[in-house]
């Protein structure tokens, strides 16, 4: 139900619904219309979602609606730069794999628990040349300049 939504996106964005309603300009007993799940429209559900950082559909809970996760990695990728967006890619398709492999190896359904990464030691797997550079640059004296 989209009062589900909006409650689960306010508790993760740590807003409450009148703070909500005071961003967008409007009056409380909008939100609690919305609590009652009565859906906003157009351009009022448009701001909620910009406001809390996800899609109109998924506050609507539309069939292949990307998750506020699904959102942010999106909006993520598109403000890296072109070497950000590589690693992404092949942490991605690495991750794909090993839950693939995961899951035909238990014929269990996908679990989607969360497990934190050292994306630093991942980058550093996929270019390891880079740490012996780094040490390299560490290691040069340093020279007044002339």
């Known amino acids: 139900m989209f009062s589900d939504r909006l409650a689960e996106a306010l508790k993760t964005n740590q807003i409450t619904g009148n703070a909500l309603c005071k961003r967008l300009g409007m009056e ?39 998750t506020p996760d699904e959102e942010k990695l999106l909006r993520d990728y598109k403000d890296t730069d072109t070497g950000g967006k590589r690693i992404i890619l092949n ?4 991750e794909a794999k090993r839950s693939r492999s995961d899951r035909e190896q238990s014929d269990e359904p996908l679990n989607n628990t969360t497990k934190k990464i050292n994306f630093f030691d991942l980058a ?7 740490q012996e550079q780094q040490n390299q640059e560490d290691n040069e004296e340093l020279k007044p300049f002339a």
């Open 28 to 66: 409380n007993r909008n939100y609690t219309n919305w609590r009652n799940n009565k859906i906003p429209r157009g351009e009022t559900l448009k701001q909620i979602a910009d406001v809390l950082n996800v899609s109109t559909d998924w506050l609507l809970e539309r069939e292949g609606a990307n």
């Open 124 to 130: 550093m797997k996929q270019n390891p040349n880079h």
């Open 91 to 94: 942490i991605a398709d690495m």
